[in-house]
Nanobody, 120 residues
Framework: QVQLVESGGGLVQPGGSLRLSCAAS????????MGWYRQAPGKERELVAT???????NYADSVKGRFTISRDNAKNTVYLQMNSLKPEDTAVYYC??????????????WGQGTQVTVSS
């Protein structure tokens, strides 16, 4: 079993910054990709940013130039640095990891979500 524990959400004013963290623990042979998704009220969950094990990245157009994803493979941790935050960034942010088990099989895990609210 694998657990993803997120931290770093909160309330911030427009133009401010937040840094989200997500640490994976448990029965992990490797992690192929880690990333962040978000879901605003009344909307579907959407991709924010992902990073593969080789550190290639993929960002939603709406966050390019403002958000930066990074990984510490030794700690099985992914970060999301969010700058120049806008009210439309308000959402629950979920961590995701594609974990390789010792069996060699891949499993898709999600964190519990952390609230990010951008408001004056």
């Amino acid at each position: 079993q694998v657990q993803l524990v997120e931290s770093g959400g909160g309330l911030v004013q427009p133009g401010g910054s937040l840094r989200l963290s997500c640490a994976a623990s448990g029965s992990i042979f490797g992690i192929n990709a880690m990333g962040w998704y978000r879901q605003a009220p009344g909307k579907e969950r959407e991709l924010v940013a992902t990073m593969a094990s080789g550190h290639s990245t993929n960002y939603a157009d709406s966050v390019k130039g403002r958000f930066t994803i990074s990984r510490d493979n030794a700690k099985n941790t992914v970060y999301l640095q969010m700058n120049s935050l806008k009210p439309e960034d308000t959402a629950v942010y979920y961590c995701n990891a594609i974990v390789v088990a010792f069996s060699g099989l891949e499993y898709d895990y999600w964190g519990q979500g952390t609230q990010v609210t951008v408001s004056s």
